[in-house]
C-alpha cells in the first residue's frame, strides 16, 4: 500500500471535453505533485502544489491546471481533451521542508488511467 | 535539453545472468538519484536512492548502483537477476532537492526462466 490514493483508477473521456482527477497524499505529507506517464515512456512531471499554490511547473499547456484543498488532497484539471492526453496520470506526495538527504522519500499512487476517444 | 537518458528500452536475461542498466543525466549542479521499479499492474517504488556519501548504494532486493560523477551516470546492477525482476525500471533526477523528479524513459527487463 502506497499510501497516496488516487481516483478514479480508469476513464473514458471523449476528445474536447475535461477531466477532473483526485489525489490524496500520504498521512503527514503536505506537497502533491502530478506526472502524465504516457505508454512506453517515462513520467513526466506535470507540476507541484504546496500551501494550496502551484510551486513549480513541467512543460504542460495551460489546459492543464490544478488545485490543492487545506487537506492537502489535490486536483488535476485538464480541458479540451486530445487523444494524446491518453495516459497513465500518477500523483506523488512529499513532505516539504525535509529535504531528501533525511530519509524523505517522495510516494506514488497506482495511478489514474485516462483514455481519450 | 536537460534530461535523464536510459540506454536500453528493452534488456532479455536469463535467470542468474548479471545486470547494468544505463543511467545518464545532463543537469548541472547538486543532484539527488533514484532507481524506481514498475511492476506489471502496480505504482512505482523506490529501489535505491543516492544523496552524498559512497557513490556506491546498495537497494532493496539486492540492487545496487553506482554514482559516477564524472560521467554524470548512475548505474543499476545486480549480480544474478530473478524471474521475478521482470518489470520497468526508471532512472530519476531530483535537482536542487526540490522533490521535484525527472524520469528517464524507462528500461523494460524481461527475465527468463
Known amino acids: 500500500d502506497a499510501g497516496v490514493t488516487q481516483s478514479p483508477t480508469h476513464l473514458i473521456k471523449t476528445r474536447g471535453q475535461q477531466v477532473t482527477l483526485r489525489c490524496s497524499p500520504k498521512s503527514g505529507h503536505d506537497t502533491v505533485s502530478w506526472y502524465q506517464q504516457a505508454l512506453g515512456q517515462g513520467p513526466q512531471f506535470i507540476f507541484q502544489y504546496y500551501e494550496e499554490e502551484e510551486r513549480q511547473r513541467g512543460n504542460f499547456p495551460d489546459r492543464f491546471s490544478g488545485h490543492q484543498f487545506p487537506n492537502y488532497s489535490s486536483e488535476l484539471n485538464v480541458n479540451a481533451l486530445l487523444l494524446g492526453d491518453s495516459a497513465l496520470y500518477l500523483c506523488a506526495s512529499s513532505l516539504a521542508g525535509t529535504n531528501l538527504i533525511s530519509g524523505n522519500t517522495i510516494y506514488f499512487g497506482e495511478g489514474s488511467w485516462l483514455t481519450v476517444v | 535539453a536537460q534530461s535523464v537518458s536510459q540506454h536500453n528500452h528493452h534488456v532479455i536475461l536469463s535467470e542468474a545472468a548479471s545486470l547494468e542498466l544505463g543511467c545518464n543525466y545532463s543537469?548541472?549542479?547538486?543532484?539527488?538519484l533514484f532507481w524506481y521499479v514498475q511492476y506489471p499492474g502496480q505504482h512505482l517504488q523506490l529501489l535505491l536512492k543516492y544523496f552524498s556519501g559512497d557513490p556506491l548504494v546498495k537497494g532493496i532486493k539486492g540492487f545496487e548502483a553506482e554514482f559516477i560523477k564524472s560521467k554524470f551516470s548512475f548505474n543499476l546492477r545486480k549480480p544474478s537477476v530473478q524471474w521475478s525482476d521482470t518489470a520497468e525500471y526508471f532512472c530519476?533526477?531530483?535537482?536542487?532537492?526540490?522533490?521535484?523528479?525527472?524520469f528517464g524513459a524507462g528500461t523494460r527487463l524481461t527475465v527468463k526462466p
Open positions: 530519476a533526477v531530483d535537482r536542487y532537492n526540490n522533490n521535484d523528479m525527472r
Open positions: 543537469y548541472g549542479g547538486t543532484v539527488n
